[in-house]
Nanobody
Framework: QVQLVESGGGLVQAGGSLNLSCAAS????????MGWYRQTPGKQRELVAS???????NYGDSVQGRFTISRGSAKNTVHLQMNSLKPEDTGIYYC???????WGHGTQVTVSS
């Protein structure tokens, strides 16, 4: 059974940085598209960033230029470097295997003003 485990969330002041990590286990396959989504108060879950195995990336408009997604050296791992964080980035961040629809349980990110 595939499991996704996120880590790295927490509380940070506006302008600060956090690095999220996600590791998918329980499979011998290498997942192509993996990504990060977030659920912010009052809004629908939205794409933050995604990446394929050949390095193609896609970012949500609100995080372009501030966040960077990358694949880890271990199989089926993905990282999200978040810089210049804003209070509106507060929410629960979920890792997803896009092509199969597997979701992690989420990690809370809180940015104080």
């Amino acid at each position: 059974q595939v499991q996704l485990v996120e880590s790295g969330g927490g509380l940070v002041q506006a302008g600060g940085s956090l690095n999220l990590s996600c590791a998918a286990s329980g499979t011998r396959f290498i997942f192509n598209g993996m990504g990060w989504y977030r659920q912010t108060p009052g809004k629908q879950r939205e794409l933050v960033a995604s990446i394929t195995t050949d390095g193609n990336t896609n970012y949500g408009d609100s995080v372009q230029g501030r966040f960077t997604i990358s694949r880890g050296s271990a199989k089926n791992t993905v990282h999200l470097q978040m810089n210049s964080l804003k209070p509106e980035d507060t929410g629960i961040y979920y890792c997803k295997v896009i092509s199969f629809g597997y979701w992690g349980h989420g990690t809370q990110v809180t940015v104080s003003s």
